[in-house]
Antibody, heavy 122, light 108 residues
Framework: QVTLRESGPALVKPTQTLTLTCTFSGFSLSTSGMCVSWIRQPPGKALEWLAR???????YYSTSLKTRLTISKDTSKNQVVLTMTNMDPVDTATYYCARIDDSSGQYYFDYWGQGTLVTVSS | DIQMTQSPSSLSASVGDRVTITCRASQSISSYLNWYQQKPGKAPKLLIY???SLQSGVPSRFSGSGSGTDFTLTISSLQPEDFATYYC??????????FGQGTRLEIK
């Protein structure tokens, strides 16, 4: 059974750095084809893809946010960590982590965490 | 980035209706198109991948079609639990994945 769960602060101040952790089970990020992405959703708005890390430690970032994002993994702990620097109120959103199994060559998010709401406010 | 445009943005329908939601890509994406359902306060749920493949466990009243730039999600007979927001997502330009703006399906 695949599960993912996001954790991190519910409130951060402007200019601070956000650190979110995705803890997962039911698969290994050392298995070929496995990837974990972060996606966010501002209140009442659409989904936005942020970053992805693959089983071979390849990392990819949204073009518009790449200067502020860092993704990493700890395979032994089954965790993926996302940091976002210089937080702004417009970054207020629910942040999700989700799994991609790219063994089929199709990149879709088949399992999602429940999401964690991050509010940016002073 | 490839832009994904859904229509309509919102839709009112009744239980038992047949509903179609459209997603258009700003350039050809072959069949690299996926559909998700999201209910309030919940994470999105994968319904359809590769334009027309039904995810395991998803009811057969959901179907997807299309290729190139134009895609549709069809619900053949709306059930009460289908009222939600639906998103399309392209993976042609992986890793730069993009979503549509969503279609909110409401009860008439």
């Amino acid at each position: 059974q695949v599960t993912l769960r996001e954790s991190g602060p519910a409130l951060v101040k402007p200019t601070q750095t956000l650190t979110l952790t995705c803890t997962f089970s039911g698969f290994s990020l050392s298995t070929s084809g496995m990837c974990v992405s972060w996606i966010r959703q501002p209140p009442g708005k659409a989904l936005e893809w942020l970053a992805r890390i693959d089983w071979d430690d390849d990392k990819y970032y949204s073009t518009s946010l790449k200067t502020r994002l860092t993704i990493s993994k700890d395979t032994s702990k089954n965790q993926v960590v996302l940091t976002m620097t210089n937080m702004d109120p417009v970054d207020t959103a629910t942040y999700y982590c989700a799994r991609i199994d790219d063994s089929s060559g199709q990149y879709y998010f088949d399992y999602w965490g429940q999401g964690t709401l991050v509010t940016v406010s002073s | 980035d490839i832009q994904m445009t859904q229509s309509p943005s919102s839709l009112s329908a009744s239980v038992g209706d047949r509903v179609t939601i459209t997603c258009r890509a700003s350039q050809s994406i072959s069949s690299y198109l996926n559909w998700y359902q999201q209910k309030p306060g919940k994470a999105p749920k994968l319904l359809i991948y590769a334009a027309s493949s039904l995810q395991s466990g998803v009811p057969s009243r959901f179907s997807g079609s299309g290729s190139g730039t134009d895609f549709t999600l069809t619900i053949s007979s709306l059930q009460p639990e289908d009222f939600a927001t639906y998103y399309c997502q392209q993976s042609y330009s992986t890793p730069q994945i993009t979503f549509g703006q969503g279609t909110r399906l409401e009860i008439k």
